[in-house]
């Protein structure tokens, strides 16, 4: 297995390359009988699409998806789910001029010393273009998910240096301005940080904040496959993030034990807690608040500036990466968060089936 | 499986409850030929040792390691090797007051509403003893690595608000210090404030920070096992970890490309690279330089302060906790973080041993 | 994972029902550089294709595979290679009157228990058009051991009660003939009696041996993983295929211990076998003899006869089968059974490089 | 992965070699809440113990089992369950002879070749006594599927040349006399025949029948999972076997499909089969009839006689075994074909709770 499955139950095996005939994704795992259709996949990548603003990348893809396999009379049957988008404005002429030059920032040398050799053509694998196969497949686990009352939202809570203060968060804001950003004033410094930005030829990171909500207790499995530790693997394994945190993260540690701890209450009967400084997880599995995640992003790598780097043979060369980029990756990268982290919630909510016995008694012995 | 397997050649299957008659792992897939004694393994368990200093749990286990199988004439036969560690000194009756309530940061409510019951004593799966079984795998697998000049260490970075900085880290002195900060001046100031926390009966959290020399360049898996992804899940599935960051990390997230992009440099045909704000990692494969994260640890939950919370049915209750807990699990865990690292890289560089069909007709062709 | 996914390492992902849009496979984890056109696998499908002879059906598919992903400039990536097969022939009209009622001996009645209902169509996804998945995925698995040396032939050694003697075994012969028996006077005698099978509108079933030459000693993991364990595996998972032995097989549980050892033997400084009476694997691991095995099939179970059998709601009815099927699914099997080989020893090939210590170190430090 | 895990959800870790401190296993993923004791594993491992009569080893080991984890109060707690059982009558000297040279049928030249060098003392990993491990693993399985109505027997069909006829089977005789044999006048004769290869210094194979009662239809996933692919593989997957079938098996081959195939039945609304020629699967998912299922096991190659081999430096030598050895595996491998079968079916009742969408939903929302 070379990288490219994700799962233990609900199994998603993804493909494609930037410049290959089509990108695509097989979700082994998904239970018989949840409706689904085309649309359903489709409203998720047409978030994730470029082509929307200044702030993303000129290139036009129609990216429709198609179900091969899986879903009969509207259903799906048990059966492997296989999704596919065509890849039909490719133009792979931008890319001839870095075939033998190693970008910084980007997985060409990496790739080359892995493999002996790369697919030049638009970072091949490593493009951005892979994640069509990770939203087309988490738009199915969206799907199961909300059937079960789960809901994710994610947006944007940082874009370079502007930050929405926690008591702003506005997540109806965030789906209607190019920067998915959760709150209109933090929005308009950014949107003027970027526009200055893309002037210069240079480019910005942000930071994504995930929600889960209505998540029962009991999700997660303890010691290693823990609930935050399979969501800190599908958010660091998204092309651009170097951190995630849950809960209050890296200001936990800064914290004392008297503070960070969140009591547990009652009220009716029905035991929750009074904060939640925790993130919604307590020793890897879900406590019933909402799960709240951060993903942190990159600036963009590939920047109009010239760039010193070395070609393939060591020898000092200056790049100038003239094809489509966003001057930031996270406005698309929200709807990739929401979608990992529903591939991530599915699979464990799968696995919880068999975590006690008398319920798998009823399962089997009142069938 | 429920959670407590790692890894995808070389395989570690942890077992054990705090206050059960031992705990232990079994590894399958650790190469045949690999020299291994009981001392490889229990100079690593000696480091995360409870009973050292004022500043960790009074609990005296002798934690010696026996290796039951898997090694003939000192060397590892390819077969699973099995550790086992006892559990001396468990005391359980410290614990029978909990049973029923629910620890504010604790695991107890999870584990009841996941399982339906849960052992109460002491934490039972969810106690820090859990991680003897990874420290013991993982020495096994720092082992292997040294073999291969890959070298790990961790030290703290952070206890409570006091960091150190970049440019003062001696990772020698962070072995002598019982908070095992790698400066003296941080040291000082934190050592001071956790004794103030002690007398206040609170707890404190801390940052430890991680590198990994030596690691080639080709390490990781693209898409989903990426290297920086199995390392923060890695990290995250360890207890009371909230946050994961490479390189630079949140920072990144601010800053700009063409101050986050490292140059590609070349020295006598050599690739390397001019900064390494990357952490060692391009495209989620290691890039030859070393490899940089750090893991958040919330405060120690239990604290003997008294806190409100509920018990299982509901009602209102205040706790005080009197076992025996460190005020911080930074000291102990920097071992912790270290053997996790070291099991993630053998498993990926064992994985990558079939990524060039040349290289794997050479194995097979020439022998 | 709903079993749709088979390997560890060479791991390959199956979609598709019969009358679906198209079927294929994906798989993750094929070593980059390895030579590879979709000539490489048509070659394979052809050889299932169904057409050819008054012994299979008159079903007409183009079968024609497209690689859309994971190879560049006619090698393979590294990257997982995408395989499809469009279904250009389904008049799914055929199979409306079955929707309702369970044929004997296919998986209609079990389909529906499992799920809740099932793609009635054609078997959906428990159609034989299933193998196309294995049949491409698996040309990728001969590519790679061809280049290894390792080569895989089966061929029809029984056609219902018509069994080629062992020393009549001519492999080329059984590539000449639609019942792909390995016997020209074996051949006679089937062929006529499938004839007059076919004229009952009655069915044939029959063994498939497979003959795996080149194997180097020591493929096959101890314990769970043999190599024999993994091709019976991958034989039973065959639809029709009711049994599987390898070496003398049965007939070796009727015999002695002094007979069935076979004796080592050293020639020129190389240690071989007098006898192969164990089918080239000791313990599970290859012994250097050739790897010899049998899979048993069942006669096709859809039959022109009427047959008696129930409706969803428990009511006795008889049905008429009257699609397009197979008298016998013997010569179609053939290249199913060397292709799942090759899955089988490819995986298991690439799983034998992190057995020694050394050798990993030579890759490591030596590169 | 080395090979000696097993299972998807009911995971088992199997480790120890003969001559080692002790065998075990770890189990990761049985559900909670499953009353277990020691005494429920004591028995099935009772029934492997050799040194019972003259038919097995004179080697003599109490075999007690310890649970050291995942039972609280007499209960499973879902965390891992790790199972020991010490060597205590190991007598290494007797096997000092033979470290330079390969036994006939034995593991021995296969594992040197495949890891450079092994543990030669009573076959180390490849020695029946890893099968304690199963067995320990296995019990757990059984007593889980016990309480799901789900019965595993089995017992042996032939010894030698001599075969219980169908119709004679007597399961409670088979549980009553040493070579476990399930008719008392195929044992006379069975009996004889082995007691004449004793004296011959010769030793005898056979074929264990395996029969699952109360498995309820659903059981198994399609393609590659398949119920019978998996106990096939678990089947093989045990020394000395060297074939499997299913219902009919090999005869199946012979047979036509109007034979062949099973008429659907109804009676007061449950549909059932008439026949059981399949053995209780369709499409490899379980139909509601009985499992039936046949193993071969070639005859002990440990043999007393003067055998001719080779040593390690490829010189021809003779060996004479002198260890203790059973002359026949049968008896003891009855309740290892039972275990193993436990473990496969347990693992694929758990993963089939995942089938159906509607009764996920019924599983989270009704909670």
Not at 343 to 360: H, K
Request: glycine share 10%.
């Amino acid at each position: 297995m070379a990288g490219s499955i994700l799962g233990t139950i609900f199994r998603v095996s993804t493909w494609g390359e930037s410049h290959g005939a089509a990108v695509g994704a097989v979700i082994d795992g998904c239970p018989a009988g949840l409706p689904l259709s085309e649309e359903d996949i489709q409203e998720y990548l047409d978030r994730r699409k470029p082509g929307k603003s200044k702030f993303t990348t000129a290139r036009n893809e129609a990216d429709r998806v198609r179900i091969l396999s899986g879903v009969f009379e509207g259903k799906t049957e048990g059966s492997p789910i296989s999704l596919i988008v065509e890849n039909t404005d490719q133009r792979s002429k931008d890319y001839s001029n870095i075939a033998e030059i190693y970008r910084p920032g980007h997985a060409d040398f990496t790739f080359d010393k892995k493999y002996g050799f790369r697919d030049y053509r638009g970072g091949g694998r490593s493009s951005a273009r892979e994640t069509i196969g990770r939203v087309a497949a988490g738009a199915v686990a969206a799907k199961l998910l909300a059937g079960l009352d789960v809901e994710i939202e994610a947006y944007a809570k940082s874009i370079g240096p502007f930050t929405v203060p926690d008591d702003a968060v506005d997540i109806r804001f965030s789906r209607e301005n190019p920067l998915c950003l959760a709150d209109r004033e933090t929005y308009e410094k950014a949107s003027e940080y970027v526009s200055r930005l893309i002037e210069e030829k240079d480019s910005a990171g942000g930071v994504v904040e995930c929600r889960i909500n209505g998540i029962p207790a009991g999700i997660g499995e303890p010691v290693f496959d823990k609930l935050d530790a399979e969501l800190a693997k599908a958010m660091l394994s998204i092309g651009a993030v170097k951190g995630f945190e849950i809960g209050d993260g890296f200001e936990a540690s800064a914290s004392k034990g008297s503070l960070n701890n969140d009591s547990f209450i009652s009220e009716n009967g029905v035991i929750g807690k009074a904060t939640n400084h925790s993130g919604g997880t307590l020793g890897g599995i879900s406590d019933g608040s909402p799960v709240i995640f951060r993903a942190a992003f990159k600036p963009t790598p590939s920047i109009a500036q010239t760039q010193h780097t070395v070609n393939r043979n060591g020898e000092h060369t200056d790049i100038n990466i003239s094809g489509r980029h966003d001057p930031l990756v996270v406005p698309r990268a929200v709807v990739v968060v929401e979608t990992m982290a529903a591939l991530t919630v599915a699979d464990l909510m799968l696995r919880n089936l068999s975590s006690q016995y008398t319920l798998i008694k009823d399962f089997y012995m009142n069938k």
